[in-house]
C-alpha cells in the first residue's frame, strides 16, 4: 500500500504568488499518484492570503490553517502535529518536487528521514552563488555548533509520522530554525535519516535576508546546543 502523506507549506504574505505556484504543487502532488493532503498554514498575513488559498485549491485536497503571527517555524510545528499521515514533508511554496515525494514513498522500512540535501554530491543548485554559499556557511556552523552530521537542515525533508509524534512536542525553536533543531533531535535520538540529491531551482528570488538571518540564526544554534546539553 502506498504510503499517505500531509505536505505542510507555511505561508506568508503570499497573496499575489498563490495563483501561480498553489496549482503548480498540486499537479506536482497528482502526478505522484499518492495519497495526499496539501496543509497550507498561513500565518500572520494582511493580504488575504488564506482567502486566496482557499480559493485557488479550488476541489483539491488542500487545508487551509490560519495563525495570527507571522513565524515560519511556529506554522510548520502546527502543520506537523496537525498531520496523522504515514509520512509529512515539508515544502516550501517556491520550492518542491514531486521527484522528491516520490523518493519518500519509496523508502524501505526503518527509513525515517529522508532530507533532499543541497550539498549532495549529485544534486543540481540552480541558486546564485550568494545562496549557495550561504548553505555551505550554516552547514558548517552545524558541524561546529551542534556537532552534527547531516549535510543540510533547510529545504524539502520527509519524517516518519513517529519522528513528529515522538519529537516536535519537545521542539522549542521557531521562526528559522524549528526544523533545523526537530532533525537535530532525531539524528541524536538515532533515527535512521537518509539524504537524498535534489534539483534545486527555486521560482523567484528569495525574499529573506541573509544579513538579517545570520545573527538570529547563530544565536538561535548556541541557544539551541545549550537546550540539547542540558537534555
Known amino acids: 500500500m502506498t504510503p499517505s502523506l500531509t505536505i505542510v507549506v507555511p505561508v506568508y504574505n503570499e497573496a499575489e504568488f498563490i495563483p501561480e505556484a498553489l496549482p503548480r504543487l498540486i499537479a506536482a502532488v497528482e502526478e505522484v499518484g499518492a495519497n495526499a493532503t496539501i496543509r497550507i498554514v498561513e500565518n500572520g498575513s494582511s493580504d488575504g492570503t488564506a482567502d486566496i488559498a482557499k480559493k485557488t ?59 533532499g540535501s543541497k550539498r549532495d554530491p549529485d544534486s543540481e543548485d540552480r541558486r546564485p552563488f550568494i545562496r549557495r554559499l550561504a548553505t555551505v556557511v550554516f552547514n558548517l556552523l552545524l558541524t561546529v555548533i551542534l556537532g552534527s552530521d547531516v549535510t543540510d537542515t533547510h529545504g524539502m525533508k520527509g519524517f516518519r509520522r513517529s519522528i513528529v509524534s515522538d519529537i516536535a512536542p519537545e521542539v522549542v525553536s521557531t521562526e ?50 545549550r537546550r540539547l546539553q542540558q537534555g
Open 57 to 115: 485549491a479550488g476541489a483539491a485536497n488542500v487545508v487551509v490553517d490560519s495563525l495570527p503571527t507571522p513565524d515560519y517555524g511556529a506554522a510548520m510545528r502546527h502543520g506537523f502535529l496537525e498531520a496523522d499521515s504515514d509520512w509529512v514533508v515539508n515544502f516550501d511554496i517556491d520550492y518542491f518536487s514531486a521527484d522528491f515525494l516520490r523518493q519518500v514513498i519509496s523508502q524501505p522500512e526503518g527509513v525515517d528521514l529522508v532530507i
Open 176 to 225: 528559522d530554525l524549528f526544523d533545523t533543531e526537530l532533525v537535530v533531535r532525531a539524528e541524536r535520538a538515532g533515527f535512521v535519516i537518509v539524504e537524498v540529491p535534489v534539483v534545486v531551482e527555486e521560482m523567484r528570488t528569495a525574499r529573506s535576508s541573509l544579513v538579517k538571518r545570520a545573527p538570529r540564526t547563530i544565536l538561535g544554534l548556541l541557544r539551541m546546543r
